[in-house]
Structures are given as structure tokens and as C-alpha cells.
């Protein structure tokens, strides 16, 4: 067991980790596992890693569950790290291809760490906000672990999303308004229906699974993390797990102290982080009237901003903004260059490179790397914009 605590991650103050947890109990801001490094580093080194299976779970001393417990696991992580060829440009351009994983997207990584331990502590019904692909692997890790789901989305979720979470069993409730107005519903009936909260940062071990994309992206570029990340960022979790997992990996001795400018890539009309990093704000405000068809970015207010934009600065990164036709513009030249049909999130990060590269922010043969967080198939409604015609 190498889990030590949980410790906010504001006001660092101590929570027992052996019993379900929101938020810090003084300041209510996300807390954040503790594990025991050098424990860890006596059973796991980087040799010992390279026999291990594929999923995320190759880095089970590292993930908060007891070694006792079985995993809630469907395959997760151990997704594809291409090498792009034609779109690339003169950078050394990868893509972390996350649509591979279950229920084809990276929130598959959040929630299988998160429901293992919401078993394990005890919960029975879990309760999500989504903007979709969230509520999809809920849908799917609960039915896994024989646990109810509750799943509150916005009207306007892509069709594939919704009727995946109806597919796969689980409660599904969607609200006229924004993924804050689903939180703010969950907040409001979870005592009396006895939901535990799975939303984003609201739990600490989400952000456990996710930051197994840094362990990845270290260990399959021979532990040599790139000079650049552009990440689609609604809550933020995976840029904050990673940061959380390059930490740890240095402590391991695993990784030195070199660090990737982290960019923050939103879409412009949904952009609170965008323009807080512009006004040199430590919080974001909330975003007026948020809309793109990039659903899994439309989050005007973010549990974790004051996280995201300490990172972006520290790592001399930033934030930029896409508009969504440009994402539609860019999703069939990635997919006819690559091979990969990428979601509109995806897709903005291609936009933000040639935008970086072109406000030289991003130099000639740097390395870079770009999340592809989900698959275009759960985006039909924004990508098919003409009627199929002739033979098929
Ligand atoms: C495909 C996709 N990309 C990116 C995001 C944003 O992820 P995060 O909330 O970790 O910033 C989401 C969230 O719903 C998503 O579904
Ligand atoms: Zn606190």
C-alpha cells in the first residue's frame, strides 16, 4: 500500500484517505493523493516496468488502490504515440492517440482509477456532470463494477454520448443549460440520494488515473519528456495529472528537471483559462454565455483553474484560444494526412500548432506533443454538415 494521505491542494491540509472524499474540508479546493515515493522506488524501477501489461494499471504502486483490491479495468491507457508525418510541419510533431481507449475516449483512464477506489471505499451510486465523454466511461466502469451511474448532461451533448450512457445502463438526466447547472443539480440532490460526486477534481482520484498520460509519454520517449504540450483543457484534470506525474517521476529519479511548456488549448467560445493567463489573474472567472461544438471544453468555471495557470506559467507555457470553424476546418486534413478521424478537442490542438508555430512560439524541430483526447465517431452531428450521397 503505498497511498500515504490525501493533502488539499491549496491549503495542504491533511485528509484520511480510508474513507470517500470530495473536497478539502477547510477551503473546499480538490485534494491530491499522496504516495509514498520512495516506498515505490524499492519494488519499481524503470527495468521492472518494461515486463509489465499494457494498461495503466503497469503502474499500479503508483495508482491509490490497495494492493488487495481488484481493479475496475476494461484495457485502459497504453494508447498509441504516433509520429505524424505529413501534418507535422518542421516540428517533431507526435500524437498520443487517446480515442483507443474504452469507450473511445481519455476519460476511460480518469474512471477506472476513480470508480476502482469509490468500490473500494464503499460507494454505490456515482454521480456525474458531463460534457459526454465523461458520462460514457462512468457508464462504463460502473456497469463494470456492478455500481449505479447517474449521469447529468447538457441538452445539447452529442447524440453518440447520450444514447452510450442509456446503452450502458446507467441513469441519464439531461438539463437545459451548462455542465456547471449539471454539477450544480448533482450538488443539490446527492445527500438525499446518496450519489457519491465523481465530478472532475471534486474526487481526488480521477486525477490519479489521468496523470498516467505523463507516465506514458516519459516512458515511451525513453524518459525524455518533449519540449511542448498542447492539451484541450475544460477542467483541466489531465494537464494537472501529468504535471502531478512528472513530480513524482523526478522524485523517482525517473525523469530530470526539465519540463515541457504546457500550453492550455480552449475554444473562443468557451475560454475562461485563456483569458485569465491574458490578465495575469490567478483564478479564472467564470466564461459569459459558453458555446463551441468542442462539448468536452465547453466549461466556463473550472474547479482546478487556480492549478491549471500556476502550471502553464511555471512550465513558460500558455493559454490560446480556436475558433470552432477552424476545427472543423483542420479534423479531415489531420484525418487524411494521419489516418486518425480526431474529436473537434483534438482538432484544436492541430489549430493552436500552426497558430504557436506561426507566432513563433514554437521553434523549428522542437518536439511536440498533442492529445487527441477522444474519436470523431461520438461527433457526427458536427462533422456531417452534407447529406451522404452516391454509392455506398
Ligand atoms: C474529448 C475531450 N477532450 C478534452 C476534454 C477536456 O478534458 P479536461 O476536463 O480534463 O480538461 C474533454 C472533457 O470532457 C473531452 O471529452
Ligand atoms: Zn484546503
Redesign the pocket.
Known sequence: MFLKRLECSACQREHEWSQLQNLCGSCNKPLFAIVDLAAVSRTLNRETLFARERSLWRYRELLPLPADAEPVSLGEGGTPLLRARKFAGDVELWIKD?SLNPTQ???AR?MSVAVSMAKYLGATKLAVP?????GGALAAYAARAGLEAHIFMPCDTPRANIVECRELGAHVTLIDGLITDCGAEIARRKANEGWFDMS?LKEPYRVEG?KTLGYELAERLNWQLPDVIL?????????IGMWKAFDEMEALGWIGKKRPRMFAVQAAGCAPIVRAFQAGEKTAAEFPDAQTI????R?PK?IGDFLMLKILRESNGGAIAVADEEMIRVAPEVGASEGLFI????AACFVALNLLRSAGKIASGERVVI?N??SGI?YLDIFETEPIRGNI
Open positions: 487517446e475516449s481519455f476519460k480518469g458531463s460534457a459526454g465523454n465523461a472532475t489521468k492539451y484541450p483543457a475544460g477542467g483541466g484534470t489531465g494537464l468542442a462539448s468536452g471544453l466549461v473550472a474529436c473537434p478537442e483534438g492529445f483526447t477522444g461520438k
